[in-house]
């Protein structure tokens, strides 16, 4: 119950401040990719949220939405594709190894997902693999703000 609540709560607040998200999707080395995208203002300041292993999920809309409540427009970046949201473990592992093991691909779609929102101040927020994504998206950002 007090999960609804919470959930309607987010709603309505996110309403109350203008917060309407959407699926952005683009294109990337000729495939399809959907990332969110959800802001209070035109004004706002953007956070790259980076999915963790079972891809871009209803977690990191809320967690965007959480985020554009309290003033931030969000980019959750999909890094493995569009529909894809691997539930076994050994399907995740596959995913995820497949970009550790191509870091010029994972730096790329990275890239691609700040391309697909190009909104002055940027500051990331990174779930799960975020030390070895935080690198490779400094690498591939020189000059731009790392948090």
């Given at each position: 119950m007090r999960f609804v609540l919470t959930v309607i709560l987010v709603l309505l607040v996110?309403?109350?401040?203008?917060a309407d998200g959407s699926v952005i999707t683009y294109e990337f080395d000729g495939k399809t990719y959907?990332?969110?995208?959800?802001s209070p203002s035109s004004k706002a300041p953007l956070i790259l949220l980076i999915h963790d292993w079972d891809g871009l999920t209803d977690y990191e809309v809320k967690r965007?939405?959480?985020?554009?409540?309290?003033?931030?427009?969000?980019?959750?970046?999909?890094?493995?594709g569009a529909g894809v949201r691997p539930t076994e473990d050994t399907d995740k592992r596959q995913h995820t190894g497949e970009l550790y093991k191509d870091r010029e691909k994972m730096r790329l779609l990275l890239?691609?997902?700040l391309d697909h929102n190009p909104k002055g101040p940027i500051f990331k927020m990174l779930w799960q693999w975020d030390t070895a994504l935080a690198v490779q998206l400094s690498l591939s950002s020189p000059?731009?703000?790392?948090?």
């Open positions: 996110s309403a109350a401040y203008g959907e990332g969110y995208y959800i965007a939405s959480m985020l554009a409540e309290m003033g931030y427009a969000v980019f959750a970046v999909d890094l493995f890239q691609s997902g000059g731009q703000e790392q948090t």
